[in-house]
């Protein structure tokens, strides 16, 4: 687990992720926006990276990282696999790179409903054992990104540090300031 590895970034990135919530995510208004990615998409650079990472980190602790690919958070992927690389956490990148593998000419479909479909058809005639095999071949790269790479969280924070924000910074932000 991420938190045990690197127990201060984790607990500073996410009082990060959790003035977000509180300041941003909550004001999502299914009037304005179709859909909740739509949504996140107009939020800052700097809040769509607290909130890939955190989701990424959250979603492959507990499902690997096929849940997150099957999951709406998918979507992110090319948003993901750019903040990975702007913080300087080129594993986790090259790891997120790889499971283009599944996927037709190695393009990560954006929609979730396309990611499924092919991820879906991947093993859904396959037997139990099968099945297992196929869901073990996201396990190892989700090991990897878990207790292997980076301090992704670390990484994020000095990356914002050297943009100017902090954590005073986000403690007095006002919802109109980004």
């Known amino acids: 687990m991420v938190s045990e590895r690197f127990?201060?970034?984790y607990e500073?990135?996410?009082?990060?992720?959790?003035?977000l919530c509180?300041?941003?995510?909550?004001d999502y208004d299914p009037a304005k926006h179709y859909e909740y990615r739509e949504y996140v998409n107009?939020?800052?650079?700097?809040?769509?990276?607290?909130?890939?990472?955190?989701?990424?980190?959250?979603?492959?602790?507990?499902?690997?990282?096929l849940q997150w690919m099957l999951n709406s958070?998918?979507?992110?992927?090319?948003?993901?696999?750019?903040h990975l690389h702007k913080i300087g956490a080129f594993k986790a990148r090259d790891i997120l790179l790889d499971l283009k593998k599944y996927f037709p000419d190695?393009?990560?479909?954006?929609?979730q409903d396309e990611r499924d479909r092919i991820l879906t058809f991947k093993y859904q005639n396959l037997d139990r054992d099968e099945f297992l095999k196929f869901q073990e071949e996201f396990?190892?790269?989700?090991?990897?990104l878990l207790d292997?790479?980076?301090?992704?969280?670390?990484?994020?924070?000095?990356?914002?540090?050297?943009l100017g924000y902090d954590e005073e910074y986000f403690m007095k932000a006002k919802p109109s300031c980004w």
Do not use: K, M, W
């Open 139 to 144: 396990r190892e790269p989700s090991d990897r």
């Open 22 to 26: 509180e300041h941003r995510l909550e």
């Open 42 to 65: 107009t939020l800052s650079c700097t809040d769509q990276l607290i909130y890939d990472l955190r989701l990424l980190i959250s979603q492959v602790e507990n499902g690997l990282l």
């Open 7 to 9: 127990p201060d970034s």
């Open 106 to 111: 190695g393009n990560v479909p954006f929609l």
């Open 73 to 82: 958070f998918g979507d992110r992927y090319d948003f993901t696999v750019d």
């Open 12 to 19: 500073r990135f996410d009082r990060y992720f959790y003035y």
């Open 148 to 162: 292997d790479c980076e301090d992704l969280y670390g990484l994020a924070i000095q990356y914002l540090e050297s």
